[in-house]
């Protein structure tokens, strides 16, 4: 267990619907990222969140959004969903923001049909 | 774009050898470099990293050597072991800049 947490494990939903990912971060850390790695792609960066507040984007979409709460939890947000958005979702959280190890969980495993 | 390229998907090694990863950049701005593991069902984990001030880090088994004309890192695992069966990532990023891009992973399976 990294102590990044991610709910759901999978999650399968129809195209066109709005799914929510949620990220609870390893206790202390301040930043969450979120990444997307699609089948035989890299993990490709989508934001961060540090302390509240967006500190980085990356190729996000813009049906794509997320927040990180007060009790620094985070959440991302996929609307209008497509076949291509089938992917697996990490989240990364660290204490600072800047070069750090990122602590990963284990992802949400989105399937569109 | 993709700045961070690895491009061998998969490597195959004998327990016992030296595993070679590869891993090539096109942005010189670069100047942070991290190795991350990956095991099925799991997120990836970190491994090692360097900075570009080094030409060389060292932790037990693994070795990162970076080489900053050519655009190009290395993670070595010696001697491999079985254990160290899993897909590895190279990563990149810009000091204060919190956008770490990762290349697309090299699979290494180490045979017994």
């Known amino acids: 267990d990294s102590g990044v947490t991610q709910t759901p494990k999978h999650l399968i939903t129809a195209t066109g619907q709005r799914v929510t990912l949620r990220c609870s971060p390893r206790?202390?850390?301040?930043?969450v990222y979120w990444y997307q790695q699609s089948l035989d792609q890299g993990l490709q960066f989508l934001i961060q969140?540090?302390?509240?507040?967006?500190?980085a984007k990356g190729n996000i979409l813009e049906r794509f959004s997320a927040q990180q709460f007060p009790d620094l939890h985070s959440e991302l947000n996929l609307s209008s969903l497509e076949l291509g958005d089938s992917a697996l979702y990490f989240c990364?959280?660290?204490?600072?923001?800047?070069?750090?190890?990122?602590?990963f969980g284990s992802g949400t495993r989105l399937t569109v049909v | 774009d993709q700045q961070v390229k690895q491009n061998s998907p998969s490597l195959s090694v004998q327990e016992g050898r030296i595993s070679i990863l590869n891993c090539d950049y096109t942005?010189?701005?670069?100047?942070?470099f991290l190795w991350y593991k990956k095991y099925p069902a799991e997120g990836p984990t970190f491994l090692i990293s360097?900075?570009?001030?080094?030409d060389k880090n060292e932790d037990g088994r693994f070795t990162v050597f970076l080489n900053k004309s050519a655009k190009h890192l290395s993670l070595h695992i010696v001697p491999s072991q079985p254990g160290d069966s899993a897909v590895y990532f190279c990563?990149?990023?810009?000091?204060?800049?919190?956008?770490?891009?990762f290349g697309a992973g090299t699979r290494l399976t180490v045979k017994p």
């Open positions: 206790s202390g850390d301040l930043s």
């Open positions: 969140y540090y302390n509240g507040e967006e500190r």
């Open positions: 360097i900075s570009s001030i080094k």
């Open positions: 990364a959280s660290s204490l600072q923001t800047g070069n750090y190890g990122y602590t």
């Open positions: 942005n010189s701005m670069f100047d942070y």
């Open positions: 990563a990149a990023s810009v000091t204060n800049n919190n956008d770490m891009r």
